[in-house]
């Protein structure tokens, strides 16, 4: 899928859909981590992540694959959603 | 300390702060509880507490001296901090 | 379901599934109901549940069949699996 | 303190302590990591921490000292005994 389109808020950067959130605070961020947590169990399907305080970032590909598949599209319109609410 | 006074959008029921939440569904209620977590974990002060599905009934007294304390005042406005974020 | 058999460490009472749990402290305790959180929503039917520092008490019905179901049994299942973790 | 000794399981990387970090799954992972983030947010001092499924990646340091402090190691100590439990 070398002609994905990543969603809004998404670059396809070195194969992988990568976005990059800002909180208040690390409780703040903590607890979108949380949710996203849950939305990625309910999906098994998981992001390699990192966070510093209030920062979270994320980068989605199917290991599996080897590359983008549509199960790391459905988890990042599943992360905007949650960044919406 | 018999005439405490709730803070907003808590009451005193039986002796203990009481306060019921509504959120959207489980993945925002649950991610609520964990920064309450956060925040009952830095004060030392844990609330009674539960939750059904997109509910959370949160109940705060001070264990140790059998009634409300400043502590539960403290943990009830942290929480009012975080419903308003 | 009035025959169904509760799963080890499990009593029905009331009509519900009910496990009461005992941990080291907060920590343990909440990090146990992250796991079963994730479990929940993997499986789309969550708990009714309660903490209160170092304990977690879990009661399991399906509210929309208005009794126990095999959802039940299932979650009931994953949570003693979680426990034996 | 650039004779800092790292505890036990942690490595002198880069002027940060740094811990890899491996578990069952996903679930087991991200409950240790609610536990350190609980132990983080108590402290007031957070890490820097990546997560890919069934491991976490931890690197401390104090960001406002640029360098390894006393809080690196008191967390450090902190995840150690999380670990060990």
């Known amino acids: 899928m070398t ?4 969603p809004d808020g998404w670059e396809n950067l070195d194969g992988r859909l ?3 959130l800002t909180f208040a605070d690390f409780s703040e961020a903590f607890a979108f981590m949380t949710r996203v ?4 169990e309910k999906a098994d ?15 989605l ?3 599996d694959a080897d590359g983008l598949t549509e199960r790391d599209i459905a988890l990042a319109e599943a ?3 949650l960044v919406a609410t």
């Open 3 to 6: 002609d994905i389109t990543a």
């Open 18 to 20: 990568h976005r990059e």
């Open 37 to 40: 947590a849950l939305a990625a």
């Open 45 to 59: 399907h998981h992001p390699d992540w990192s966070n510093s305080w209030n920062t979270v970032v994320i980068d």
């Open 61 to 63: 590909v199917s290991h």
């Open 79 to 81: 992360v905007n959603r």
